[in-house]
């Protein structure tokens, strides 16, 4: 596929953005209470299903704020990681497993012509282990 017919991922549009209110910093900015976590998604066409592609994150190879859609038609596809972690931490929850919808839509490359929702789906499983306050005051 040409780069003129790629279609930006929910991570490139995130990332060509300007927040009026806020500021883009990193993972050990974001989650200082953050010793260590597991991400598995599994991204599945449709219906969330045993069987779609499996990737594994971790704080070595993390993402950023957003976990990119595989679907080449997908413009603006993913979904947020951040938001996921962000209310975990919020509650002090360790593990979690969730679904979640991609946000994109199978599109023209630009994303000004909408041909569809784009049906992927991610499957998720979060295991996150805290800094004890000691730790967060070193």
């Not at 017919?5 to 900015?29: G, L, P």
């Not at 969330?48 to 413009?75: A, D, F, T, V």
């Amino acid at each position: 596929m040409s780069r003129r017919d790629q279609r930006q991922k929910a991570s490139d549009v995130f990332q060509e953005k300007n927040f009026m209110f806020s500021r883009k910093v990193s993972f050990d900015e974001a989650f200082p209470e953050i010793e260590d976590l597991i991400i598995e998604v599994e991204e599945s066409s449709g219906v969330p299903s045993p069987g779609g592609s499996k990737s594994i994150y971790n704080r070595q190879n993390m993402p950023g704020e957003y976990i990119n859609c595989s679907n080449s038609l997908c413009y603006n596809g993913g979904f947020s990681i951040g938001s996921i972690l962000r209310e975990m931490v919020s509650k002090k929850q360790t593990e979690l497993e969730t679904s979640k919808f991609c946000q994109g839509n199978e599109a023209s490359p630009k994303g000004r012509r909408v041909y569809r929702k784009c049906w992927h789906s991610f499957k998720t499983k979060v295991s996150i282990k805290y800094r004890t306050e000691g730790e967060r005051n070193a």
